[in-house]
């Protein structure tokens, strides 16, 4: 089914079955007009009614309402700008900023104010080095130990099962996941 918008500029094909007898409410989509739309081709037949109608002695004429299509805004290409949004001459007219008149604060370095950081990481990165090492150590050196203070031989044995059960939740971990 082919049907016409009111404005008369465009022609829309639309499938048969998709307006009922009934009408439908439908848009141009090239300039926003709405109309109620009936299949074409097919005449509405009146409903009957049980009771007569009344005849009108002077019939009204029928003016349908048509609406005005959307008047499209005529876009103009943009100007280019004369002037860099960030140039001296533009921040200085615009906002006031000087930029020629100040002259940059000269920055000093972490090492010449004596504030060195050794950071998070490279701080962690060093004590799990000193913890493995001090474990590697004590490993090593355990029967000297025990040899000089019989008493450590306890804490000592603790210490490396508590590592063990560490190194094998982290295995299961890992294996597992």
Request: positive net charge.
């Amino acid at each position: 089914m082919i049907i016409t918008c009111n404005c008369g500029e465009k022609k829309f094909t639309l499938p048969d079955n998709s307006i009922p007898a009934s009408g439908r409410l439908v848009q141009c989509g090239f300039c926003g007009l709405k109309w109620k739309q009936f299949p074409v081709g097919e005449v509405t037949k009146p409903q009957s009614t049980s009771r007569p109608q009344k005849v009108a002695s002077k019939p009204e004429p029928v003016q349908q309402k048509i609406q005005k299509p959307k008047k499209v805004k005529k876009t103009t290409p943009k100007k280019t700008r004369e002037i860099s949004l960030y140039s001296p001459e533009y921040l200085a007219k615009k906002h006031g900023i000087n930029i020629n008149d100040v002259e940059p604060e000269k920055k000093i370095s972490k090492q010449e104010k004596g504030e060195i950081s050794f950071g998070f990481y490279n701080s962690l990165i060093v004590f799990i080095f000193f913890v493995i090492a001090l474990s590697r150590i004590l490993y090593f050196s355990k029967g000297f130990i025990i040899s000089k203070i019989p008493a450590s031989e306890y804490y000592l044995n603790y210490f490396f099962e508590s590592v063990r059960n560490i190194f094998e939740i982290w295995k299961n971990l890992i294996t597992n996941y």
